[in-house]
């Protein structure tokens, strides 16, 4: 019978998360989180936050700084993932910082293997290449903010309930090549 893991600490975390293929300098922060560099499909590094939420809730996260001006375009960016096929088991938003995050979550209640775990964060890296497409995508379609067909307007057309408006057809192009490419 497998060993089953409900609760995780952070040298635990530390451990399981150095096996992960594509980790690269593993360590512990003066929080207790683990900070993980992963090499995405690309082979670019991206730094992982590893925490704990509750004593049966882990959370992995990682943040992109948002070029100045492009906050509208990341707002609608983080729109189309969250409504993607393949961004399942991850959520994208703007965090207080004003940061792009994309997060993941993985509930430790009744058990997982510590090989479940390590393909909880194998499948987090696999999803930052296609959101950073997404990413990029929208910001070459979109533009910058204060342009016409921003994305601060677009925002503001799909907060309004749905995209209407000057920014329409941009916001309908994104979203079909951006689900063509699925």
Known sequence: MMDMIQSFRA?????????VSSAKNARIDNDGDVLL????????AT???????????LL????????????????????IWNNRRDAYNTFAYISSEG????????STT????????????????SRIHPFMYVFVKTVQEVGEDGSQTSGFNI???ILKGGARGAGSEVVHRVIRSLFDSD
């Open 47 to 57: 730094t992982f936050v590893l925490t704990k939420l509750e004593p049966t809730k």
């Open 11 to 19: 040298d635990k975390l530390h451990r399981l998360s150095s096996e």
């Open 110 to 125: 009744g058990g997982i293997s510590e090989d479940h775990f390590i393909s909880w964060i194998e499948d987090f890296s």
């Open 37 to 44: 560099d992963v090499l995405d499909s690309d082979g670019d």
């Open 155 to 157: 925002a503001e057309e």
């Open 60 to 79: 992995t996260y990682c943040t992109f700084t948002l070029p100045e001006d492009y906050a509208g375009a990341a707002f609608l960016a983080t729109h």
């Open 99 to 106: 940061n792009l995050r994309l997060e993941s979550h993985l």
